[in-house]
């Protein structure tokens, strides 16, 4: 008797288990209602739901006058596209080599004109420091921006929304940080955005250490050898299908023609001083 209430009691355990690992799969399907997506999720990005093996390397701070140059040289060789968000006051000393990244089809965003931290400035001086800086932009390439990202990803909800009202920037933060700007080395550069890159991935980095440039090399050959293919932020946007769970979807080559981005979640400006 004994045994068999033991029995019964090991079979409603089990069954309690499998109940606890089943999905709650309407709570992960918050698109279905209307299938609207609030306006908010399409000014911020830090990854982009994607079916395809698409990520965007990113390159802050810029440009430097001798490290961008030989970033590029080595994108080229590899016919790899990537995003620079430049900082307003390099550019104006540097518009060449912005020129060159733009024609060599890499993109171009707003990082500020001299890098504060926005959250803390008043509406005047953060209108100030991106407009210079579209400025600056539009002066070297021809072309104005589309998209910005805050230094150190800082800024308020206020700010946010202002900003992609007066500006039309879509706001871009990221989901993979090698903390390149403390300088840990290539290898640790290396190691830390080849761990965590996955598929939509926003990978930032620094175009003004010279251990990420040392890093690239390695680091953008095994990311090809693991089947992820580089495109620019506003490509990899482009290419943003709905947050459902997609089952070995994962690495199908043809991107959805659905242009819908993920709800996105800033990084905590207090716990990342990146960007
Ligand atoms: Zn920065």
Redesign the pocket.
């Known amino acids: 008797m004994l045994f068999l209430r033991l029995y019964f009691l090991c079979v409603a355990l089990v069954a309690t288990r499998t109940l606890e690992a089943d999905p709650e799969i309407p709570s992960q399907t918050p698109q279905k209602s209307g299938g609207k997506i609030p306006t908010e999720q399409n000014i911020t990005f830090s990854l982009v739901h994607t079916d395809g093996p698409y990520i965007a390397m990113t390159f802050?701070?810029g440009p430097s006058a001798t490290l961008t140059p030989k970033l590029l040289d080595l994108l080229a060789a590899r016919h790899i596209k990537v995003t620079f968000?430049v900082i307003g006051e390099n550019v104006s000393e540097h518009p060449e080599i912005v020129a060159r990244a733009a024609r060599e089809g890499h993109e171009i965003g707003n990082?500020s004109w001299s890098?504060p931290n926005f959250a803390k400035m008043s509406q005047e001086s953060v209108r100030s420091q991106l407009q210079r800086t579209d400025d600056a932009v539009k002066n070297a390439t021809g072309k104005r921006p589309t998209l910005m990202r805050p230094?150190?990803g800082s800024l308020t909800e206020r700010e946010k929304h202002w900003i992609h009202d007066e500006f039309g920037y879509q706001i871009i933060l990221w989901d993979v940080d090698p903390y390149d700007w403390k300088r840990p080395g290539p290898a640790v550069v290396r190691n830390r955005i080849l761990k965590e890159t996955r598929p939509g991935s926003i990978v930032l980095s620094?175009d003004i250490h010279p251990g990420t440039i040392e890093a690239m090399p390695s680091t953008l050959d095994a990311l090809e050898t693991k089947g992820f293919k580089f495109v620019t932020v506003t490509e990899l946007i482009g290419m943003a299908t709905p947050e459902t769970p997609r089952p070995s979807a994962k690495l199908k080559a043809s991107p959805s023609a659905s242009a819908t981005p993920s709800p996105s979640v800033a990084p905590s400006p207090a716990s990342s001083p990146s960007?």
């Open positions: 802050d701070d968000f990082h890098h230094p150190y620094h960007g």
